[in-house]
């Protein structure tokens, strides 16, 4: 099976350590549901799993991944898991237990890459995930993000996890921590495709030997707040016209985009079909012209607008980019 893994190249961190540029998405993917995709993802040459704690799927994608290590399927070594902080464990004391949890649930003695999910803090209120008052406001705390950073430098001390980076972060955010890290973050993951396709953001990482990784690169159409009249990136009959083109589907054109932009990418699929089909991106080449065209649909169109936490001080998505 290392054959098919081969076929996915490497983006070299700012660390040294290697990143696959394409992985398996987990958000949104049900825990009866993710075992069997991730195991078939292994089977199909993913080495890449996007994970995180508020998934609340974690045990269940680390199932497949012990049971693919016995078998001999695929060896520790050869994979690539990122796990995410959560928003109520930003407190510096709460950093590395929170860490150890999510490694308990994967079944895993450290991790390849752990990001800071949100640059929002919740206060802990009795393990509540999204905690709220009783006019259901969500309940904010005020935590530097240089403290929280410090605290997954010690992780990365310890041996728990390779890499750190950031998801969600806006350029200003981004800034504050390099400019008082020991570790610089490797990555920031935000959502990203044609309709939002980040190019100042990238830009401004890219020059500060940051990659991207792009979440929600289909546009999410699964995503629980959509609403039916909602634009659909998958059926946009623009971007299907170019796909047709190269005999690719629109979801593999979506993903090929970001490969070819030097973008990490982690569709999220549970249908082993589309997993397989999601893989099979690296047969084909967007002309420059094309790569043009689909750059041009940018429309600040954000999935991912979480404006019921835009009442937050930390609210990333306030300034341009
Ligand atoms: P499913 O998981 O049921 O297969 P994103 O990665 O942008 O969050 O998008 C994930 C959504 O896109 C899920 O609803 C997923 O469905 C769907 N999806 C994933 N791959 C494909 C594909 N190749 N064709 C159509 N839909 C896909």
């Known amino acids: 099976m290392a054959s098919l893994a081969e076929k996915v190249p490497k983006v070299k961190l700012n660390n040294g350590h290697e990143m696959p540029v394409l992985g398996l998405g987990t958000w949104k993917s049900k825990p009866g549901e993710v075992t069997q995709a991730v195991k078939d993802a292994i089977d199909a040459g993913y080495r890449h799993f996007d994970c995180a704690f508020v998934y609340q799927n974690e045990a269940e994608v680390g199932q497949a991944l012990t049971e693919k290590m016995a078998s001999g399927d695929v060896k520790r070594e050869e994979l690539f898991i990122t796990s995410k902080l959560w928003n109520t464990f930003h407190s510096p004391e709460s950093v590395e237990p929170a860490l150890k949890k999510s490694l308990s649930l994967l079944g895993l003695d450290y991790l390849d890459l752990y990001l800071i999910h949100w640059p929002i803090s919740f206060i802990d209120k009795e393990g509540e995930l999204f905690p709220k008052d009783d006019n259901d406001k969500s309940l904010y705390k005020s935590v530097d993000h240089v403290d929280t950073w410090h605290a997954m430098e010690k992780c990365v001390e310890q041996g728990l996890v390779r890499s750190i980076g950031l998801s969600n972060f806006n350029s200003k955010q981004i800034q504050h921590v390099l400019d008082n890290c020991k ?139």
């Open 183 to 321: 570790i610089k973050p490797v990555v920031n993951q935000v959502e990203c495709h044609p309709y939002l396709n980040q190019k100042r953001l990238i830009d401004f990482c890219k020059e500060r030997d940051i990659h991207i990784t792009a979440y929600s690169p289909l546009g999410s159409p699964d995503r629980p707040w959509a609403k039916p009249e909602d634009p659909s990136l998958l059926a946009d009959p623009k971007i299907k016209a170019i796909a047709d083109n190269y005999k690719k589907s629109t979801a593999q054109l979506l993903i090929r985009y970001q490969v070819e932009r030097g973008v990490i990418v982690i569709p999220k699929s549970v249908t082993k079909t589309r997993i397989e089909q999601n893989f099979d991106i690296f047969d084909f080449q967007i002309g420059e012209s094309d790569m043009q065209y689909i750059d041009s649909l940018d429309c600040n169109g954000r999935f991912c607008h979480v404006t019921w936490n835009n009442d937050s001080p930390d609210f990333p998505f306030s300034i341009e980019f």
